[in-house]
């Protein structure tokens, strides 16, 4: 069992989870793909020996968040180079992902690469989300968005909570600043239906770095 591996079935298990020896080669092999098309196309500033702490696990802190109920739709926004959505869609098989961003090469890596490495019930579309939501084949549709994109809590949630269906549940994953960005928020969330936010700290397995989770309910 390579190292890689090691880490990620440990990881995974110190998060209160378990993952089986097909869903780690499917990871693994997606990290693979990562890497030799990082060297033409800038997917990740990330290097090879911190992808399964900073990609995998990270990724897959929202996990202790997500309900545990069948057959979910679970949409990730500016899904890059494919998370926290491909490893959420590995972990979740019973789930259905769609993968979201503005960039088309992005999106066809991530689909396309994690299907050839047997993750198929991920989907990706090409669109900006602040159109897509207003599209309603998917405003209001999800049981849970996430996002583990840069922009500040105050603009990301304006894309993510449109998506939400009630009951459903917003999830960004956010640094040190968390607490900070949810200054001024609470007008504009109570505008598009969510509850007020809650942070849930978790320190990334294997590491010092603690992920601040915050989640809106709608």
């Keep these: 069992m390579s190292n890689e591996a090691v880490e990620l079935q440990q990881g995974v298990k110190e998060l209160g989870f378990e993952v089986s020896k097909q869903q780690v080669a499917s990871l693994l092999s997606y990290l693979d793909a990562l890497e030799l098309t990082n060297r033409s196309f800038n997917l990740t500033r990330i ?28 949409l990730d926004i500016g899904t890059g180079a494919g998370f926290p959505g491909v490893p959420l869609a590995a972990l979740l098989p019973d789930a259905h992902v769609t993968l979201l961003d503005s960039t088309a090469k992005k999106v066809k890596f991530a689909t396309d690469t994690a299907h050839s490495c047997g993750i198929t019930n991920c989907q990706g579309v090409h669109a900006r989300a602040e159109k897509l939501a207003a599209d309603p084949k998917f405003r209001g549709t999800y049981d849970v968005v996430v996002s583990r994109a840069v922009a500040s809590f ?29 200054v001024g928020t609470e007008t504009t969330i109570k505008k598009l239906g969510g509850s007020a936010p809650s942070v849930t700290t978790i320190r990334l397995p294997g590491t010092d770095i603690e992920r601040h989770i915050i989640v809106v309910d709608k």
């Design 47 to 74: 290097p090879r020996t911190d992808y399964v702490k900073l990609h995998l696990l990270d990724s897959l802190t929202t996990l202790t968040l997500i309900p545990k109920r069948p057959r979910l739709k679970i």
């Design 154 to 182: 105050d603009t990301l949630i304006t894309l993510m909570l449109p998506f939400v269906k009630k009951g459903g549940r917003a999830i960004a994953l956010k640094g040190a600043k968390a607490y900070e960005e949810l």
